[in-house]
């Protein structure tokens, strides 16, 4: 294949694999049932060169590029179209630079989460950011994605700390935006821009991300226990109400405390029909004020049981609960994830549409959440051999949207459009704004190589559940089979 033997003149032949193995499992990322089609080759890159002449390879061959991280993705962002380039940023792990003065860190794509937040921590600096995947996830992949976590409800998500990228335009240029300063308004805002593109507009090869102090918090932890789903919902809308902004608010459903008890033992209580897990970390006596009117909204939304934990490894137990509440369903069965996102206010009502949802679809829905910000995790658990089962977790998936619309919300708070919720993306992009979109797909992709299909709606490119896009953009044919996943 030409573009495959260019790739090869251009880069060390083994950094472009394109045996069938490889090119399957990097052919998909971790969302359940998104479409996807082998691509020619696996380019691993190694440096800025490697991307340029990666690029300039599918410019000149015409050829469509996929750029990829560690493939956690749960909405299809980072799968393969057949016949493109799969292009793994994997390999770019270096930390380039921390600033202590100044608080911020220039990091390639490559490095994990969790490794920049370690790194940090010896400077006495933290990087807020803290999606659950944070031990396997790129910070390319969570720019990508705008990626949020735990903490964002007070400490913003990944478009707050991207100070400033180097990426890769569609042509093979290379372009410095953003700053390193406090402040800046020179031009655009072309850094926000990118973030949360999802690889469509310019591949991101390294990022400069402010970090905070590490210093200056204490972690206080009032956990409220509810035989009720829908009081728990009641209780995150309560404290919103009254101002308090916690350092982490999450809720975990009796589904994911039974499934991670089942796996680790952790011994959290798996009896109630809602756990919610609010972290605030004031310092001082402000703290222990904060934490009692927490408990106290917590007990006027009918708590069954209240807790205070203030122990750093309680602290880190309870949360591990929540952060493995993901991977304990997937042994359950392939696990199908919703990602909406509604106004505060409404988290009440739209986990009643939920739960409603799942007893009329007759599948089994979890719940997990950083409720705090509105930003809902319904997992659809469903046999892997049950054809009518998938039918129906389909149907679910659909009608979650379809409510969380109804309600003010958004189709995804934090995993991207990917090709998953391109329906929903059609039904919240139009008119002008899909013209917007278009026009600076058309700036910055004029060929449109870069990710194509993905993020946006745009003419003759269809996702979600069951389709596969074309490398035409003129038709969708049906989904390859079931795959073993990757990521987490």
Request: with cysteine.
């Amino acid at each position: 294949m030409a573009v495959v033997d260019e790739l090869r003149m251009r880069l060390r032949a083994e950094q472009v694999v394109t045996d069938d193995a490889t090119r399957e499992a990097y052919a998909h990322d971790d969302a359940e049932w998104a479409p996807y089609a082998p691509p020619a080759a696996v380019v691993f890159a190694e440096s800025l060169d490697d991307v340029v002449a990666t690029v300039e390879v599918a410019n000149a061959t015409g050829t469509p590029i996929v750029p990829r991280g560690a493939g956690t993705g749960l909405s299809g962002g980072a799968n393969a179209i057949a016949g493109c380039i799969l292009l793994s940023l994997e390999r770019m792990t270096r930390i380039v630079e921390v600033d202590v003065d100044e608080r911020f860190a220039v990091v390639e794509a490559g490095v994990l989460n969790d490794d920049l937040r370690r790194h940090v921590a010896t400077h006495g600096l933290w990087y807020p950011p803290d999606p659950a995947s944070q031990a396997i996830s790129t910070i390319g992949g969570n720019v990508a994605t705008n990626a949020g976590g735990i903490c964002c409800v007070k400490y913003g998500v990944t478009t707050d700390y991207v100070l400033g990228l180097t990426v890769v335009l569609a042509d093979g240029r290379v372009a410095r935006i953003g700053r390193a300063t406090a402040k800046g308004v020179t031009g655009y805002d072309l850094t926000s821009l990118i973030v949360g593109s999802e690889g469509t507009l310019a591949i991101v090869v390294e990022a400069r991300v402010k970090l905070l102090p590490l210093a200056g918090r204490e972690d206080r932890v009032v956990v409220g226990t509810f035989s009720a789903l829908s009081d728990a919902g009641l209780a995150v809308a309560s404290i919103a109400r009254d101002g308090i902004v916690p350092a982490a608010l999450e809720l975990v459903d009796r589904t994911c405390l039974a499934a991670v008890n089942a796996w680790q033992g952790l011994g959290i209580p798996d009896d109630a029909a809602a756990m919610l897990l609010v972290r605030v970390d004031e310092v001082g006596q402000a703290g222990e004020e904060l934490a009692e009117r927490v408990a106290a909204h917590l007990a006027a939304a009918n708590a069954s049981g209240i807790e205070r934990a203030s122990d750093p490894d309680e602290i880190d137990r309870l949360f591990q609960a929540r952060r493995l509440a993901y991977p304990a369903l997937e042994r359950l069965g392939p696990v199908l994830t919703e990602d909406i996102c509604v106004p505060r206010m409404q988290v009440p009502a739209m986990l009643a549409r939920i739960e409603a949802i799942a007893a009329e679809a007759d599948v089994t829905i979890a719940n997990i959440a950083h409720a705090g910000d509105g930003n809902l995790h319904p997992l659809i658990v469903v046999a892997a051999d049950d054809a009518d089962a998938r039918a129906r977790a389909k149907v679910a998936f659909d009608r979650i949207v379809d409510e969380c619309q109804d309600l003010g919300g958004t189709a995804t708070g934090e995993h991207g459009v990917g090709l998953l919720k391109l329906p929903a993306a059609a039904a919240e992009i139009t008119g002008v704004e899909l013209d917007l979109h278009v026009a600076v797909k058309h700036a910055f992709d004029p060929h449109g190589l870069l990710n194509p299909g993905k993020a946006f709606p745009s003419a003759g490119l269809t996702g979600g559940i069951g389709q596969v896009i074309d490398l035409s953009g003129s038709h969708a044919s049906p989904a390859a089979p079931a795959h073993p996943k990757t990521g987490h």
